[in-house]
């Protein structure tokens, strides 16, 4: 443990003489949470939707009515009114309006006839969700519309009740356990893979090869330096992060205690990752040039962005294998849901067989030799 320890303390003392890689490996993530969270999180609104109203009627205005009424409350969009079609499809084109609503000539008389006129609604579908959210409205918009003026007694109408098991998420707390392994995968990526690659590179490696240190207590002590380096960076990050996505009771002793133990795990999975990957590396471009790639191989599969079972089936095999896809998991139960450990037991499982895994066939992989 002696010889261990010296490699440890070796390298948090560089580690903590190198203030901007604790502040990359703890602000990144931290930023990527606050921008993405609030970027993607919130509900469209504001949009521009052109109206054409080629009728006047008393129907046409009850239409504007209700659109003015969902501008004032809703803010889904601020209506515009137009004089013709083409100057409205015009500006739809160039980017000037996001929609535009056409209500046809003959539209009041064939209200007053019962023939179920049509009202279009043009949009500009390059951008999928602003048009889905145009269509979403409208289709409320339109039901309300239609609904008789006075409702019917009785109705045999199936109704469908849904109930929410837990309070409302905003997608910044959905977004906040990816978060945190991506953090935690920072200080993986330079802990476990550019400093050991530029120790190579700089000749400070070959010291470790004339000690009596063996191959397993050498990568043990260089995966324990990078685990406690992505462990500090993981509770900075769960500390801090809960406290800006709004967790209720982030700092319950007892939750804090179990997301350590599961920051440890992914710690130790992801940085024996990573000395598996570069073990046999020596060109100190090669993770640098990588990082990119394994974030998004390792990163988006793992349901921290988006639902997995929306994935077609070539990916969900990425999934089944990826470390970040339990980790995450583990996480949202821990920090979404307040479970116990006995729902993340499984996380934690994987996680742990990980790591004996990687560090065993890192350790078969080490050469000492130069």
Same mark, same amino acid.
């Given at each position: 443990?002696?010889?261990?320890?010296?490699?440890?303390?070796?390298?948090?003392?560089?580690?903590?003489?190198?203030?901007?890689?604790?502040?990359?490996?703890?602000?990144?993530?931290?930023?990527?949470?606050?921008?993405?969270?609030?970027?993607?999180?919130?509900?469209?609104?504001?949009?521009?939707?052109?109206?054409?109203?080629?009728?006047?009627?008393?129907?046409?205005?009850?239409?504007?009515?209700?659109?003015?009424?969902?501008?004032?409350?809703?803010?889904?969009?601020?209506?515009?009114?137009?004089?013709?079609?083409?100057?409205?499809?015009?500006?739809?084109?160039?980017?000037?309006?996001?929609?535009?609503?056409?209500?046809?000539?003959?539209?009041?008389?064939?209200?007053?006839?019962?023939?179920?006129?049509?009202?279009?609604?043009?949009?500009?579908?390059?951008?999928?969700?602003?048009?889905?959210?145009?269509?979403?409205?409208?289709?409320?918009?339109?039901?309300?519309?239609?609904?008789?003026?006075?409702?019917?007694?009785?109705?045999?109408?199936?109704?469908?009740?849904?109930?929410?098991?837990?309070?409302?998420?905003?997608?910044?707390?959905?977004?906040?356990?990816?978060?945190?392994?991506?953090?935690?995968?920072?200080?993986?990526?330079?802990?476990?893979?550019?400093?050991?690659?530029?120790?190579?590179?700089?000749?400070?490696?070959?010291?470790?090869?004339?000690?009596?240190?063996?191959?397993? /207590? %050498? +990568? $043990?002590?260089? *995966?324990?330096?990078? &685990? #406690?380096?992505?462990?500090? !960076?993981?509770?900075?990050?769960? @500390?801090?992060?809960?406290?800006?996505?709004?967790?209720?009771?982030?700092?319950?002793?007892?939750?804090?205690?179990?997301?350590?133990?599961?920051?440890?795990?992914?710690?130790?999975?992801?940085?024996?990752?990573?000395?598996?990957?570069?073990?046999?590396?020596?060109?100190?471009?090669?993770?640098?040039?990588?990082?990119?790639?394994?974030?998004?191989?390792?990163?988006?599969?793992?349901?921290?962005?988006?639902?997995?079972?929306?994935?077609?089936?070539?990916?969900?095999?990425?999934?089944?294998?990826?470390?970040?896809?339990?980790?995450?998991?583990?996480?949202? /139960? %821990? +920090? $979404?849901?307040? *479970?116990?450990?006995? &729902? #993340?037991?499984?996380?934690? !499982?994987?996680?742990?067989?990980? @790591?004996?895994?990687?560090?065993?066939?890192?350790?078969?992989?080490?050469?000492?030799?130069?």
């Amino acid at each position: 443990m002696r010889r261990i320890w010296a490699i440890i303390e070796r390298d948090l003392r560089r580690f903590r003489r190198s203030p901007v890689l604790v502040i990359v490996s703890i602000l990144v993530p931290l930023v990527q949470l606050v921008v993405l969270g609030y970027a993607f999180g919130g509900k469209i609104k504001n949009l521009r939707l052109g109206i054409v109203d080629e009728d006047h009627g008393v129907p046409a205005v009850k239409i504007h009515e209700m659109c003015q009424a969902i501008a004032a409350n809703a803010f889904t969009f601020t209506p515009i009114s137009y004089s013709d079609e083409a100057g409205a499809l015009r500006d739809l084109r160039d980017g000037r309006i996001n929609g535009v609503l056409e209500i046809p000539p003959q539209f009041s008389r064939k209200v007053a006839a019962g023939g179920n006129p049509n009202i279009a609604l043009v949009v500009d579908n390059t951008d999928q969700f602003s048009a889905s959210a145009l269509e979403e409205s409208f289709d409320g918009m339109l039901q309300s519309y239609n609904a008789p003026p006075v409702a019917a007694r009785t109705t045999a109408d199936a109704v469908l009740s849904v109930v929410e098991v837990y309070p409302y998420v905003p997608y910044i707390q959905f977004l906040l356990p990816g978060v945190i392994v991506l953090s935690v995968f920072v200080s993986a990526m330079i802990g476990g893979g550019i400093i050991f690659i530029d120790d190579k590179a700089r000749g400070l490696h070959e010291g470790y090869l004339v000690t009596p240190i063996s191959k397993f /207590e %050498l +990568i $043990l002590g260089f *995966t324990l330096a990078g &685990a #406690i380096k992505a462990i500090i !960076a993981g509770v900075v990050l769960i @500390t801090v992060g809960s406290l800006i996505a709004g967790i209720p009771d982030p700092l319950n002793p007892l939750r804090m205690a179990r997301l350590l133990l599961l920051v440890i795990a992914t710690a130790m999975a992801l940085i024996s990752m990573m000395f598996l990957i570069m073990v046999r590396v020596s060109d100190p471009l090669v993770p640098r040039a990588i990082f990119g790639m394994l974030n998004t191989v390792l990163y988006f599969p793992s349901g921290a962005v988006y639902p997995t079972e929306s994935f077609p089936g070539w990916m969900k095999v990425i999934t089944t294998v990826d470390p970040f896809t339990y980790a995450v998991h583990g996480f949202k /139960e %821990l +920090i $979404l849901k307040n *479970t116990g450990l006995v &729902a #993340i037991s499984g996380d934690l !499982a994987f996680l742990i067989g990980f @790591t004996i895994i990687t560090l065993g066939a890192a350790t078969l992989l080490f050469r000492r030799t130069l």
